[in-house]
Structure formats: structure tokens, C-alpha cells
Nanobody, 127 residues
Framework: QVRLEESGGDSVQAGGSLSLSCVAS?????????LSWFRQAPGKEREGVAA???????VVADSVAGRFSISRDNASQSLYLQMNNLKPDDTATYYC????????????????????WGQGTQVTVSS
């Protein structure tokens, strides 16, 4: 059983920065998992934001490329999302997700490929 808990969501003005964290717990080896950040705005589908595979390959959605970056710390079983130059369109609930094994770049940002989800953390960006 993998448990994921996100933190770091807040309300900021456009152009600001936030850093999200996700801590994983449970009886599993996080090194063997692919991890990802998704977001969902009201009335919209859940979309992949950034992901990092078990070997360390990273992928970032075009909508946030150059502004967001993802990293992981296997020792602390943590996943991070650094968000810079935030825009009102980034307003959403951000979720951490995990799945055992390797995913290809095309698979990493698809929510249907993930088994475990956190409860989400709210990010609100005002103009």
C-alpha cells in the first residue's frame, strides 16, 4: 500500500513561485516507482504536469515547460514540483501519483497509468 501526501499549495499572485512536496510512505521501494504530478481545475479533466520515471527520466507538459521542474529524493521518499512564473491558468488542485515500474515518456503524463494518488493540494494564482 502506497500512501502519498502532498503539501505546499497556496494562493499567490501571477509571476510568483511555489514549491510542492509529496511524501510517500508504506511498504514499498520508491526507487522502483515512477512518480508524477497532475492537476485538475474545476470542470476540467485531470492533466499531467510533470513526471519522473524510476530510472530518472523526466518529462514536463508543454503548458508548463520552462516554468516548472520536477525532482525526487529517493532517500526521503519525496517528490517535488518547483513552479515559477505562475499564471492564473495554473490554478488547480495538484496531485501526486505513483506507479511501480518504468513508464515511457508518452505514458508518464497519462493519469490512467497510475495506481496510487494523494489527496491533492490547492494552488490558486491571482492576476
Amino acid at each position: 500500500q502506497v500512501r502519498l501526501e502532498e503539501s505546499g499549495g497556496d494562493s499567490v499572485q501571477a509571476g510568483g513561485s511555489l514549491s510542492l512536496s509529496c511524501v510517500a510512505s508504506g511498504r514499498f521501494n520508491v526507487v522502483l516507482y515512477s512518480l508524477s504530478w497532475f492537476r485538475q481545475a474545476p470542470g476540467k479533466e485531470r492533466e499531467g504536469v510533470a513526471a519522473i520515471s524510476s530510472p530518472g527520466t523526466t518529462v514536463v507538459a508543454d503548458s508548463v515547460a520552462g516554468r516548472f521542474s520536477i525532482s525526487r529524493d529517493n532517500a526521503s521518499q519525496s517528490l517535488y514540483l518547483q513552479m515559477n512564473n505562475l499564471k492564473p491558468d495554473d490554478t488547480a488542485t495538484y496531485y501526486c501519483a505513483a506507479v511501480p515500474g518504468w513508464l515511457s515518456r508518452s505514458q508518464l503524463l497519462s493519469p490512467r497509468n497510475y495506481h496510487s494518488w494523494g489527496q491533492g493540494t490547492q494552488v490558486t494564482v491571482s492576476s
